[in-house]
């Protein structure tokens, strides 16, 4: 049996960090699902980004849309919602056979909308709308500006992928936007059955400080702060107060991982597969991880329910001077920073075709 199709009798869920055109129109996403144990799929700036500037997949149609006066933002979510719904379709049947736990893709709102939750929500809604799938997520940076707009799009109604997390205290601050939402949405008399997921960068951790620790820490604090979010989650939907939300027909905002490709040429490329297998969570990854994963990797259980010994490897990572909650903001501070430089890359690279095509 294939190390995919373990870990997806385990109970954690196989998504691909990737969306082309060409995975799409050439069968190989059909071929992931039906051979990887694949079940949802992730995008972001940086996907699109290299899958339009690397491709012709999509010329014609960005001539044909710059031909009906399309451009630079409409012209992006044009082409990604053609995409993502095509995908959507694809794992609509696990959509419906999971009764809406699995089976999701997701799109994310505009990166420079980050410190506007007003706008954020009016987005949200509306490509939620156009994309008219009941399996799509719409991505939110889980930043302290955008827990807002988190609670506001979860209370219209809008399922919402949580992104750009990296530290317990994160997870938890969008598992409390989330049931806030959920919670006025039970006082308004509605259905609070809208589905979200919490995404937990985790190979960032270990690229940030590779060369700042001694060889014995190496690739292990990203491991540990998902072990540690890992016992939050846990925590988070044993509550009375999330019980209280479930008897009223709520479903859990699962744990997803995120950024499991290992960045340490010297580590396992399949590093933070196995390490972070548990029941009812999520891992995205990217195609070649992946593939390695299908190829030769290893599930030797699962994540402990308090998270094993993510306490003392964390205190390790102290002793040896990093400052976790501290590396934690930045890394997110970063992050933001990086999605926002990706999204105007993207921009710029479809305003460049267009006029090329044009």
């Known amino acids: 049996m294939k190390a995919t199709q373990m870990l997806h009798n385990l109970g954690q869920s196989i998504w691909l960090d990737n ?3 060409g995975l799409l129109d050439g069968g190989t996403l059909k071929r992931y699902i039906d051979d990887l144990s694949v079940t949802g799929l992730t995008s972001n700036p940086t996907i699109f980004d290299h899958a339009i500037t690397h491709s012709k997949s999509y010329d014609s149609e960005i001539r044909r849309l710059v031909g009906t006066g399309l451009s630079g933002e409409a012209l992006f979510f044009e082409l990604a919602i053609q995409d993502l719904t095509r995908a959507a379709d694809l794992f609509s049947p696990i959509h419906e056979r999971t009764a809406g736990v699995d089976g999701w893709v997701s799109l994310e709102v505009s990166p420079l909308l980050a410190y506007d939750a007003k706008a ?12 008219n799938r009941r399996n799509l ?10 827990a807002p707009g988190i609670e506001d799009a979860i209370f219209a109604g809008v399922p919402v992928n949580v992104t750009l997390l990296f530290t317990r205290d994160h997870y938890l601050a969008a598992a409390e936007a989330y049931m806030r939402g959920l919670e006025r949405r039970v ?3 509605l259905n609070p059955d809208v589905r979200s997921v919490a995404s937990l960068f985790i190979s960032r951790w270990d690229k940030a400080t590779m060369d ?5 820490d190496r690739n292990k604090l990203g491991v540990a702060i998902g ?7 846990r925590d988070v939907v044993e509550s009375e107060r999330w019980q209280r939300l479930a008897s009223c027909g709520a479903r859990a905002q699962r744990l997803l991982f995120a950024s499991t490709g290992a960045k340490d040429p010297k580590a396992s490329d399949v590093l933070y597969i196995g390490a972070l297998a548990a029941p009812n969570t999520i891992n995205t990854m990217p195609e070649e991880t992946l593939l390695a994963f299908g190829e030769h990797g290893q599930v030797n259980g699962v994540i402990p329910r308090r998270g094993g010994d993510c306490e003392q490897v964390l205190a390790e990572f102290g002793k040896v001077g990093i400052d976790v909650a501290r590396l934690g903001a930045d890394l997110q501070t970063e992050g933001a920073k990086s999605f926002d430089d990706s999204w105007q890359d993207l921009l710029n690279a479809i305003e460049a075709k267009s006029k090329a095509l044009k």
């Open 227 to 233: 072990q540690q979010a890992y016992a939050a989650y």
């Open 187 to 189: 006082a308004a008399g």
């Open 120 to 131: 954020t929500v009016t987005e949200a809604k509306a490509l939620h709308k156009k994309a």
């Open 212 to 216: 700042k620790v001694p060889d014995r």
């Open 137 to 146: 997520f719409i991505k939110i940076p889980g930043t302290k500006e955008g």
């Open 19 to 21: 969306i082309t055109r």
